[in-house]
């Protein structure tokens, strides 16, 4: 895996940066707080799906974004699909596996109107809003209804520590349940395994034999088969794919094994 610097800022391409002059000082926040700095007054947004889109909410609303970008769908039941990616800044969890630490700080502050515009030049089916953790910063929830609003069809991918009941329910929710080896187990949200539909899907990251007897047992304590699609994946270069693959047929588990695709054909560089 190639060396990242975390507090690196990546260049965006074509977005429209805020001139506020509040980028240097934003970048500058904390993974936990960085999320929250920069969102707007969720009390001024009208109920009406389809002025959420509207230039008055989507010039002003921002986020902080660490990068966008067009590539496969590498981690979920989409996978090889041509997808463009929206990358949010900041993330409260630091699990051990995690690919992405460039993006817990930095990037550019834009505006959801900004973000619709580099989206569009892509002319995708297929957007999925991730992160850092995307759910930590509020108006994350106002880009995922104007990215649907505008024609896309859209997935979020959340730690799951953080409540995902007021996400569009028109958006594909993908809940990466932590394990022990992940070292952020304790930050599970269990109260959003009844919010799932068949429209959702549910992923176990693991790294080692302790972590899949583990997501079995979460997988029967919470009726979780049949509920929507369970996704196992080995964490890259620490549990063995083959390994992985003959405990799921030995038990008869109702999942789909995914590798990540990312990482096999770009090894996991920024952009891809």
């Known amino acids: 895996m190639p060396h990242v610097n975390p507090d690196a800022q990546l260049p965006l391409q074509n977005v429209e940066v805020d001139s506020s002059g509040t980028g240097g000082a934003a970048s500058q926040l904390l993974p936990q707080s960085a999320g929250f700095a920069i969102t707007s007054d969720l009390a001024s947004v009208v109920d009406s799906p389809s002025r959420m889109a509207s230039s008055s909410i989507s010039n002003v609303s921002q986020l902080r974004i660490s990068e966008i970008f067009f590539s496969l769908q590498g981690e ?3 996978i090889g699909l041509p997808t463009v990616f929206i990358r949010l800044t900041g993330c409260p969890l630091r699990c051990s596996y995690c690919d992405t ?3 817990f700080t930095g990037g550019q502050n834009c505006s959801i109107a ?3 515009q580099q989206v569009a030049e892509y002319t995708p089916r ?3 809003v991730t992160g850092g953790e995307p759910l930590a910063q509020k108006n994350c929830l106002l880009l995922l209804r104007a990215l649907y609003d505008a024609g896309y069809e859209v997935s979020l991918e ?3 520590a953080l409540d995902i009941g007021e996400v569009d329910g028109r958006v594909m929710r993908v809940v990466d349940i932590k394990t022990p080896a ?4 304790e930050k599970n949200l269990w109260e959003n395994l009844p919010l799932l539909t068949q429209h959702d899907e549910i992923k176990f990251v693991l790294c080692d034999e302790n972590d899949y007897q583990w997501a079995r047992l979460i997988i029967q304590q919470h009726q ?3 509920k929507c699609a369970i996704v196992f994946s080995p964490a890259h270069a620490t549990l063995d794919a083959t390994q992985l693959a003959e405990w799921i047929l030995r038990d008869r588990l109702q999942v789909r094994m995914l590798l990540q695709l990312h990482k096999l054909l770009w090894n996991n560089a920024p952009g891809h």
């Open 224 to 226: 979780l088969t049949g």
């Open 158 to 160: 959340t730690s799951g």
């Open 126 to 128: 297929y957007v999925t």
């Open 76 to 78: 979920t039941s989409r």
């Open 182 to 185: 992940s070292g952020e187990a």
């Open 114 to 116: 900004s973000i619709l």
């Open 101 to 103: 630490r460039y993006a």
